[in-house]
């Protein structure tokens, strides 16, 4: 597919305007001189490839739009088989130039007498505002194609965050949910077009990402309590805002984790490091020996164990120690 291809429904509309405001014929020529839009004795040739086209290469190739008064007798036409004959009797050729690339051209073309008077005539005119029709079509084109870009951009995305096992969820300034992937969906047991353009607090309260657009650089890893359906879940959340062109926040982008799932991966990752034992904490004072009797006890129970001490005092050595016990549940700071 061309680029101007991509765009044939406009160009015909195009085409079809002019030639009714100015009373001549237009056809749009792509690279490979195919007729993308035409009007009158060539309308139901859209689609066909020109059998020469020497003129549509020369201005392909000059990037210059030219003025064939006398079609078939102009000097870019004496190699065409069809010298003195040509069923064209005037033209205005412009290219069409998207970005720095010539993608096409745009024509004026005279088939009666009647309408080679108006070329002729109104040359200048006529020159300046096909090129104005030139810009336009091509603008459409690069609008068109940065649409596209966008739209697998977008595609992209939302592939990547449905992919994360984390809940992603995404909103505007206005806390309206702008995305919304499929471990959030299940997290929340919210189906994504339920909520998306939706806001946030009507359906997730709790999840504080507004304040993330308060606060420079968001949050990481901040406690949270949602209410969402009737259920209340305990999660982890880091908010990051999402910045503008002009360095404001625009909107917020966090992920969710479930707390109970977080801390046993913790766990799972402590207990794969070295295994420690009550005899590799060092001391002989009668207060580490009472901590290790107690700490040895509490092990084989069910307990729930709150280990508190100053950084550096050994708490985790002392709570792996007790994690190669069975049945046991830890929090400590």
């Given amino acids: 597919m061309s680029r101007l291809d991509q765009v044939k429904e406009d160009c015909q509309r195009a085409a079809e305007a002019i030639a009714a405001a ?62 003195g004959s040509c069923f064209y009797k005037a033209s205005i050729v412009y290219p069409i130039i998207a970005g720095q690339n010539v993608i096409g051209t745009i024509s004026l073309i005279a088939f009666s007498d009647e309408q080679k008077v108006t070329l002729c ?14 810009d336009l079509i091509a ?5 068109t194609e940065a649409m596209a870009e966008k739209m697998i951009m977008a595609s992209q995305v939302n592939a990547v965050m449905d992919a994360v096992d984390e809940g992603v969820v995404a909103i505007n300034s206005d806390g309206v949910v702008t995305h919304f992937n499929l471990s959030a969906e299940r997290m929340f047991n919210v189906p994504k077009n339920e909520i998306l353009h939706q806001r946030l607090e009507e359906h997730l309260a709790g999840l504080p990402l507004l304040q993330a657009l308060r606060q420079p650089g968001g949050f990481t890893s901040r406690e949270c309590f949602v209410q969402a359906r009737g259920r209340r879940l305990h999660l982890l959340v880091t908010a990051r805002p999402i910045m503008g062109s002009d360095g404001r926040p625009v909107g917020v982008v966090a992920s969710a984790r479930d707390f109970k799932e977080t801390q046993k ?18 001391g002989e004072s009668r207060a580490i020996r009472e901590l290790k009797a107690k700490a040895a006890k509490i092990a084989g129970s069910h307990s729930t164990v709150l280990i508190t ?25």
């Fill in 22 to 83: 100015l009373g001549v014929e237009v056809e749009v020529i792509d690279l490979d001189l195919v007729r993308v839009a035409g009007t009158g004795k060539v309308r139901n040739d859209v689609g066909s490839r020109l059998l020469r086209g020497f003129v549509n290469k020369h201005v392909l190739k000059t990037s210059q739009p030219i003025f064939i008064k006398e079609a078939g007798y102009h000097p870019i036409c004496m190699s065409c088989p069809l010298t």
């Fill in 121 to 134: 005539s109104r040359t200048e005119s006529l020159m300046e505002f096909i090129g104005r029709m030139a």
């Fill in 139 to 143: 603008a459409k084109v690069l609008e």
């Fill in 265 to 282: 991966l913790a766990y799972e990752i402590m207990s794969a490091q070295k295994v420690f034992t009550f005899d590799d904490i060092i």
């Fill in 309 to 333: 001490g100053e950084s550096g005092t050994g708490k985790e050595i002392f709570a792996r120690a007790i994690h190669v016990r069975p049945a046991w549940a830890l929090t400590w700071w």
